[in-house]
């Protein structure tokens, strides 16, 4: 049976830790040609396809990107939607079949549908399935790096106090996000949203059962004044009705007025893409880690790839 990545429920804290290392050891070698031609040589002939089923910049730049690095051939079809046979009704378990056929060893999956990346597993006999994001489901590996760069910035995963705030009710990076926060011990999790985008009770009994505290409130300027790590997340209006559009309450924008109530040490963190709920005015702060955290995705990337055609 191929490993699949399909929900961040799926990580052990000692597997993130052997991933974070695998992470560390490629962005080392990534330095220098003489390490990146080392880390080319790795797996030369795997082949990687990246089914793309709604737009993305990061998550498949930085897959193909990683299993370029890795000496993998790659091969994409970006807007699956418009561009492959499922605009004749081929099925997503056809395709999935299609690739198997033609012997892939992973294929990263992004889909509107949440449980897609379930259902192309439950066909996919040979290659290893990667949730890409799927609908308001799941994105593990967003959430795989996103701890890879808090453990980077404050050099543990536990007894953190993090406020995840936006659109949590059609987002599903701070869905993947919360779970994964869960497996460590004396994380302290805040949801910073008006009710109507609220993180819903599955995630809530999810937390209950892993003894992690949480709780919810819609003053952000409150809630920041004792993070370790802010999350911020934009608006998914793609996934939302007109009428649901009307009923948003608040904008809640970090701009260099919010940062007088943020601890020096504090993690700005964002999945991107970001729209106008960071302000391009503080970029240039410290504690802005963004751009940190998207670079930190490559590596990350690379050592998923790496661990599953190593096993
Ligand atoms: C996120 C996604 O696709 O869920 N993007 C990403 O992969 N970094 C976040 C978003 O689109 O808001």
Not at 88 to 117: F, Q, S, W
Request: include cysteine; hydrophobic fraction near 35%; charge should be negative.
């Amino acid at each position: 049976m191929p490993k699949h990545i399909l929900s961040s429920e799926q990580f052990t804290t000692s597997e993130l830790s052997e991933l974070f290392e695998r992470a560390d050891h490629f962005r080392q070698r990534d330095e220098t040609t003489k390490g990146r031609c080392k880390n080319i040589k790795r797996h030369v002939g795997a082949r990687v396809t990246s089914l793309f089923y709604e737009p993305s910049t990061r998550t498949r730049l930085s897959f193909e990107k990683a299993a370029s690095a890795l000496g993998a051939t790659y091969t994409m079809t970006e807007c699956a939607d418009m561009f492959s046979s499922v605009t004749k009704g081929e099925t997503l378990e056809d395709t999935i079949r299609v690739l198997n056929a033609y012997n892939d060893d992973i294929i990263v999956l992004r889909h509107k549908e949440t449980g897609a990346a379930v259902r192309a597993a439950a066909v996919s006999d040979r290659a290893s399935i990667i949730n890409g994001g799927d609908g308001k489901g799941e994105h593990p590996t967003q959430a795989a790096l996103d701890l890879y760069t808090i453990q980077r910035n404050h050099g543990r995963l536990d007894h953190l106090n993090v406020i995840i705030g936006g659109d949590l009710a059609n987002g599903r990076t701070a869905r993947s996000l919360a779970k994964l926060l869960a497996h460590y011990a004396g994380n302290s999790l805040q949801f910073v949203s008006t009710p109507e985008l609220g993180i819903s009770n599955d995630i809530k009994a999810y937390l209950a059962d892993h003894d992690t505290v949480f709780s919810e409130t819609a003053d952000a300027q409150e809630a920041f004044t004792t993070a370790d790590v802010i999350y911020w997340t934009r608006l998914q209006a793609e996934r939302m009705t007109e009428e649901e559009l009307q009923a948003v309450s608040a904008n809640y924008t970090i701009d260099t007025s919010m940062l007088t109530y943020i601890p020096e040490h504090t993690s700005i963190l964002h999945p991107l893409p970001r729209v106008n709920e960071i302000s391009t005015d503080i970029d240039r702060d410290p504690r802005a880690r963004y751009f940190q955290q998207a670079g930190n995705g490559l590596y990350m990337r690379m050592a998923m790839i790496d661990q599953i055609l190593s096993s």
